[in-house]
């Protein structure tokens, strides 16, 4: 845990970002990254693409955090993958002082078949584990509203309890703007014996086309009384943001107050709007 927080002087929170594709976007994050590392965070994320597609992109990033004096997490897909070629990545990441992995199935990229030797993120979460020990702290992703391809409610559970099983330490959700979705997640895990720390993710919003199209892809429910009202707006940006901030404050305000370990914000690489919700947060 990073100093700060482990001496009470803030409520834990985590930062998302993903590989920039520019130079421009490179220099962006940069200045973002510096703005929230303000509100000492435990850990910074980055994400990884379909089929490993932004590796490179990934682990540079991470690189950067890292020399930056802040924990890093890789984001780690299997599918696509080979034992070897996952064993040759924890090496990698161990050597860059990685030590905390978010382990995913992931997606194939478009036009690829089935492949690799992974079928399940439980499958890596077992492995990771038998090959390195608790050289890494592993997250996993949890759905709150469940995920979008899971055959039903009680089938995601299952395979969100087989993850905990194979060994991860932690998870972190899907965003949601529905806390009850959360609660009873967490309360159905822990009866069915997945009692690991369950972190929500928290997506400030920013634009409502770009959290439409994010929430149908992902299946994450925007209720319809915030899909009304953001329609309502129109293209008034001002308003979006400012009503995004109440409802998002608001949302981060139920949960801390319930007792979550921690709040874990997708920042779309972006400062203003998670500075502005942990500053209305006390954080």
Same mark, same amino acid.
């Given at each position: =845990?990073?100093?700060?927080?482990?001496?009470?002087?803030?409520?834990?929170?985590?930062?998302?970002?993903?590989?920039p594709?520019?130079?421009?976007?490179?220099? #962006?994050?940069?200045? *973002?990254?510096q703005?929230?590392? *303000?509100?000492?965070?435990?850990? @910074?994320?980055?994400?990884?693409?379909?089929?490993?597609?932004? $590796?490179e992109?990934?682990?540079?990033?991470v690189?950067?955090i890292? /020399?930056?004096?802040?924990?890093?997490?890789s984001?780690?897909? @299997?599918?696509?993958?080979?034992?070897q070629?996952?064993?040759e990545q924890?090496?990698?990441?161990?050597a860059?002082?990685? #030590?905390?992995?978010?382990?995913?199935?992931g997606?194939?990229?478009?036009g690829?078949g089935?492949?690799?030797?992974?079928?399940? /993120?439980?499958?890596?979460v /077992?492995?990771?584990?038998?090959?390195?020990?608790?050289?890494?702290?592993?997250?996993?992703?949890?759905?709150?509203?469940v995920h979008? $391809?899971?055959?039903?409610?009680e089938?995601?559970?299952k395979?969100?309890?087989?993850?905990?099983?194979?060994?991860?330490?932690?998870?972190?959700?899907?965003?949601?703007y529905?806390?009850?979705?959360?609660?009873?997640?967490?309360?159905d895990? $822990?009866?069915?014996?997945?009692?690991?720390?369950?972190?929500p993710?928290? =997506?400030?919003?920013g634009?409502?086309?770009?959290? =439409?199209?994010?929430?149908?892809?992902?299946?994450?429910?925007?209720?319809?009384?915030?899909?009304l009202?953001? $329609?309502?707006?129109?293209?008034d940006?001002?308003s979006?943001?400012?009503?995004?901030?109440?409802v998002v404050?608001?949302? @981060?305000?139920?949960?801390?107050s319930?007792?979550v370990?921690?709040?874990?914000?997708?920042? =779309?690489?972006q400062?203003?709007?998670t500075?502005?919700? @942990?500053?209305?947060?006390?954080i």
């Open positions: =845990m990073n100093a700060a927080n482990a001496q009470g002087t803030g409520f834990p929170v985590s930062f998302e970002f993903f590989p594709k520019t130079p421009e976007g490179a220099d #962006k994050l940069r200045v *973002a990254r703005q929230l590392y *303000a509100l000492h965070p435990d850990f @910074c994320s980055v994400t990884y693409g379909a089929g490993g597609s932004t $590796q992109g990934t682990f540079g990033t690189r950067e890292l /020399a930056e004096g802040v924990g890093a997490a984001h780690f897909s @299997c599918i696509g993958a080979t034992r070629s996952v064993r924890l090496a990698t990441l161990k860059m002082g990685v #030590k905390r992995l978010v382990a995913l199935r997606d194939l990229p478009s690829y089935a492949g690799g030797e992974f079928q399940y /993120a439980s499958d890596l /077992a492995f990771i584990r038998a090959e390195t020990g608790r050289d890494f702290h592993i997250e996993v992703a949890a759905y709150p509203e979008p $391809q899971a055959r039903s409610p089938a995601d559970l395979a969100y309890v087989a993850k905990v099983q194979a060994g991860a330490d932690s998870a972190i959700t899907q965003y949601f529905n806390s009850d979705a959360y609660f009873r997640f967490v309360e895990t $822990q009866r069915l014996g997945a009692d690991v720390p369950v972190v993710g928290i =997506m400030p919003i634009s409502s086309t770009q959290l =439409m199209r994010f929430s149908d892809a992902c299946g994450a429910e925007i209720p319809r009384w915030i899909r009202r953001l $329609q309502g707006f129109g293209d940006t001002a979006i943001k400012a009503f995004g901030l109440d404050t608001d949302l @981060c305000d139920q949960l801390r319930a007792g370990p921690a709040l874990h914000f997708y920042t =779309m690489n400062s203003a709007a500075l502005e919700i @942990c500053r209305r947060l006390g």
